[in-house]
């Protein structure tokens, strides 16, 4: 006879696949008619966006484009000039656990980008992408945690009380973030926004009940080209909240927020011309996790009946740290010359490798700074050099760590002597789990009557518990309870005395 069983079901998501995809693209692209012929391209600037996601059977894919501006020095002389150009993109991940139920959460960023001018009419445009991409597939988790009816069919029982940390949700929306923004200084309507590159950070997150409400800033950087040539940059930074719905989740649960662009619009406003207007869509990218207590059935038998059992093994899932890591850089980059001035600068990130040393986890980056300058001829230049970025967490072997590279502040650069000074400060965002392995009962079915098999048994067994030997072993070995061999031995629960003769009465 089959026993029936309490069974608990639980819905959430795991990781089917996750990795980053590296990849280049390029593009030859045409100077407009309106636009002079190129003398010199001195720099690019360039912004991913996410412009769709997909989960197939085995398959997470990520598509985009990269908005590429390409800085100029024309023939005819003057200002800067700028060129325009979108980049697609499309990035897939083999997921072989993934189906077409499953969701993919995706980050595209710009490790480098660089234009080569063909002819004074033509630019070949490269841009290397690092995609970030996590395919979640729903799933569900039963477990048995106790006999139903056991006293009618004398089982025993040993159940644990665990826990573990699952991803319970994964949730997205999308938001339009506007604002104006005034820009100070020169006077007139000859302002130019040469580049624009935006960052939404997500700065707090919260659940109340279904409602997950997060905060944080819009962080702006503008290249601005003022009427007689002068260019300068510009740093805002913009706050939002947004709320999303969350439906079945805990208060006490926590959250992963990732946001991610999908269009950028910055376009002049205003009857002086001194004012733009920022429009970025946005996508949030949710992840809820969240402790849940676990009962497991880890073993059984019948006193009276011979039993077989069969076992299973489940993963549960410790959180070991979620945290962040702070880098904080500070370089002399050798350019040969005294710069005279520093127009501009920023940084793009590369992805994260992993590596294990000894008991720690070392997380590689690599950052790309960027350095607009103008030369002791006031001549605009731009400089680049890749710095190494590291992080080492403690980690125990088997240990899962899933990170994330950011770049949350300012990017300042200075003249030095030799070169130029630069200082930012780089972020490593990560979540390091611990599998535990836990055997749990299946199935179980009763058979023979055990007084038919037991014969010539005796009644009282006289032994000593083998090392390693538990009360719950000896107790199945001879078909009794363990309360009954505690009170033959007047021991207290959980007692199990070593060197000792321990009487084991049998149940018949």
């Known amino acids: 006879m089959e026993l029936e069983f309490d069974r608990e079901v639980t819905h959430c998501y795991e990781v089917a696949a996750s990795g980053t995809v590296c990849q280049e693209e390029t593009l030859e692209t045409i100077v407009p008619d309106a636009c002079p012929d190129i003398l010199r391209i001195v720099s690019v600037c360039a912004q991913a966006t996410l412009n769709g996601k997909q989960a197939r059977d085995g398959l997470a894919e990520a598509s985009g484009s990269v908005r590429a501006v390409v800085l100029y020095q024309p023939e005819e002389g003057g200002g800067l000039r700028r060129l325009e150009a979108a980049l697609p993109f499309t990035s897939q991940l083999d ?30 445009l490269r841009v290397d992408l690092a995609v970030e991409i ?8 039963m477990c048995c945690q106790a006999v139903l009816e056991p006293e009618e069919h004398k089982v025993e029982q040993m159940i644990a009380q ?22 100070n200084g020169g006077q007139g309507e000859g302002m130019e926004v040469m580049a624009c590159q935006a960052q939404p950070v997500c700065g707090e997150c919260k659940l109340i009940g279904s409602k997950l409400i997060f905060k944080g800033t819009v962080e702006l950087q503008l290249l601005v080209q003022e009427a007689g040539g002068a260019l300068t940059p510009y740093r805002e930074s913009m706050p939002f909240s947004q709320v999303m719905e969350v439906p079945g989740v805990g208060e ?19 009857e002086d ?15 809820v996790w969240c402790h849940r207590p676990v009962q497991l059935l880890q073993d059984l038998y019948s006193t ?15 959180l070991l740290e979620q945290s962040s890591r702070a880098q904080n850089v500070r370089e002399l980059l050798e350019t040969g010359a005294l710069p005279r001035s520093v127009v501009d600068s920023w940084v793009n990130l590369g992805e994260i490798t992993q590596s294990r040393e000894g008991g720690e986890v070392v997380l590689t980056g690599s950052a790309l700074v960027t350095v607009l300058y ?16 590291s992080c080492r967490l403690e980690a125990p072997a088997g240990a899962v760590c899933r990170c994330h590279l950011m770049c949350p502040g300012e990017v300042f650069a200075t003249p030095a002597a030799g070169g130029l000074e630069v200082r930012f400060t780089a972020e490593f965002q990560f979540q390091l789990l611990q599998p535990q392995r836990a055997l749990a009962v299946s199935s179980a079915v009763l058979g023979e009557p055990r007084g038919k098999q037991e014969g010539q048994q005796p009644s ?38 070593t060197g000792k003769m321990l009487l084991i009465p049998s149940s018949f």
């Open 162 to 183: 665990a826990e573990t940390y699952q991803l319970c949700a994964v949730q997205e929306k999308p938001f339009t973030f506007t604002d104006q923004i005034r820009l």
């Open 273 to 287: 011309g001194r004012s733009v207007e920022l429009t970025l869509d946005v996508l949030a990218q949710a992840q």
């Open 460 to 497: 009282v067994v006289l032994r000593l518990a083998a090392p390693g030997e538990t009360l719950w072993d000896i107790a199945k070995a001879y078909a009794t309870t363990q309360h009954q061999i505690l009170q033959a031995n007047q021991l207290e629960e959980g007692s199990l005395p």
């Open 374 to 389: 103008l030369d002791e001829e006031e001549n605009l230049q731009a400089f680049q050099r890749t710095l190494p970025l």
């Open 304 to 318: 009276a009946w011979e039993t077989q059992v069969t076992q299973e093994e489940h993963t549960l899932w410790k």
């Open 95 to 124: 997921a072989p656990a993934l189906t077409q139920h499953g969701m993919v959460s995706a980050c595209a960023q710009v490790r480098g980008a660089e234009a080569r001018a063909l002819n004074p009419r033509k630019v070949l």
């Open 134 to 141: 996590t395919a979640f597939q729903p799933t569900e988790h």
């Open 252 to 270: 006490g649960s926590e959250c992963q927020m990732d946001l991610e662009l999908t269009q950028v619009s910055c376009l002049p406003s205003g």
